[in-house]
Nanobody, 124 residues
Framework: EVQLVESGGGLVQAGGSLRLSCAASGFTFDDHAIGWFRQAPGKEREGVSC????????YYADSMKGRFTISSDSASNTVYLQMNSLKPEDTAVYYC?????????????????WGQGTQVTVSS
């Protein structure tokens, strides 16, 4: 059974940091791209950052570049999202997702497996 379990969300003040974790199981981790997506109330789900299999390439949405860092640990089948300089507009539910690796590592509709999400709230 495929499982993606997010953790690390919470409440933080603007300018603060959080590190999200995504623990993956039930599939071959090294064959899959892992992505972080987020959805704020009343908005569509959007891509935040994605990493290809074996960490060979990464993608960041423009508004996250320079603030967020994605990394993966194949020994523990875990992907991390370090979020620094958080802003109130980063408030959302953050989801971890997995798909077989391909050239377009952050195309939302290609992601077949999803976690339950973790809430990130940034206060001003």
């Amino acid at each position: 059974e495929v499982q993606l379990v997010e953790s690390g969300g919470g409440l933080v003040q603007a300018g603060g940091s959080l590190r999200l974790s995504c623990a993956a199981s039930g599939f071959t981790f090294d064959d899959h791209a892992i992505g972080w997506f987020r959805q704020a109330p009343g908005k569509e789900r959007e891509g935040v950052s994605c990493i290809s299999s074996r960490g060979r390439s990464t993608y960041y949405a423009d508004s996250m570049k320079g603030r967020f860092t994605i990394s993966s640990d194949s020994a523990s089948n875990t992907v991390y999202l370090q979020m620094n300089s958080l802003k109130p507009e980063d408030t959302a539910v953050y989801y971890c997702a997995a798909k077989l690796d391909s050239d377009h590592i952050c195309t939302l509709y290609e992601y077949a497996y999803w976690g339950q999400g973790t809430q990130v709230t940034v206060s001003s």
